[in-house]
Antibody, heavy 122, light 108 residues
Framework: VLLVDSGGDLVQPGGSLRLSCAAS????????MSWVRQAPGKGLEWVAN????????YFADSVKGRFTISRDNARDSMYLQLNNLRAEDTAMYYC????????????????WGQGTLVIVSS | SYVLTQPPSVSVAPGETARITCGGD??????VHWYQQKAGQAPVVVIY???GRPSGIPERFSGSKSGNTATLTISRVEAGDEADYYC???????????FGTGTTVTVL
């Protein structure tokens, strides 16, 4: 399993950014996928996830209404669109392989990308 | 929102036992996973479904749960166990993730 996160950058408050997660080594379309972030020197925060066919999506309250999540199973890729960014969104963003359960199971996030850094600053 | 509380830090001498707690309302009804994160690296699962151990994780790592508290125990601690540790659950029926506040383990 390999997950490669990309798209992080320095962006001004109020700006937008699109993160990507490219997957390989497993049948991507069989799995939920999650995004998890970690602010500098802080703990892990689950951000969002998406089910196998993109019809179910969940978000942390801290990003609801500002972030959207999507996936392209033909490209084995997942995306996180970050809008109306705030200083407190500054963090390393990780994509992670979630459950393959249908219905969903409370499985661990057993594979992670290396992370992509988002800095929100003027 | 659901909160998982961990002690900020645990210090332990080499060869001793470290215990990290994770408290949350009705945690007994949830499956708890534990992650180890070393400096500059992505997290790795060390315990899944309360007490399961992934292949490649030493038997020194064990998990348990009682009442409103889950516990990660590291026996015969080694210098290489220095890391941050996080518990995690899923809030059903929606598949919403929750991480604990995290615990830094320092080997003296």
């Amino acid at each position: 399993v390999l997950l490669v996160d990309s798209g992080g950058d320095l962006v001004q408050p109020g700006g937008s950014l699109r993160l990507s997660c490219a997957a390989s080594g497993f049948i991507f379309s069989n799995y939920w996928m999650s995004w998890v972030r970690q602010a500098p020197g802080k703990g892990l925060e689950w951000v969002a996830n998406i089910n196998q066919d993109g019809t179910e999506k969940y978000f942390a309250d801290s990003v609801k209404g500002r972030f959207t999540i999507s996936r392209d199973n033909a490209r084995d890729s997942m995306y996180l669109q970050l809008n109306n960014l705030r200083a407190e969104d500054t963090a390393m963003y990780y994509c992670a392989k979630d459950t393959s359960g249908r219905p969903v199971r409370p499985d661990p996030l057993d594979d992670w990308g290396q992370g992509t850094l988002v800095i929100v600053s003027s | 929102s659901y909160v998982l509380t961990q002690p900020p830090s645990v210090s332990v001498a080499p060869g001793e036992t470290a215990r990290i707690t994770c408290g949350g309302d009705n945690i007994g009804s949830k499956s708890v996973h534990w992650y180890q994160q070393k400096a500059g690296q992505a997290p790795v699962v060390v315990i899944y479904y309360d007490d399961g151990r992934p292949s490649g994780i030493p038997e020194r790592f064990s998990g348990s749960k009682s009442g409103n508290t889950a516990t990660l125990t590291i026996s015969r601690v080694e210098a290489g166990d220095e890391a941050d540790y996080y518990c995690q659950v899923w809030n059903s029926p929606d598949h919403l993730g929750v991480f604990g506040t995290g615990t830094t383990v320092t080997v003296l």
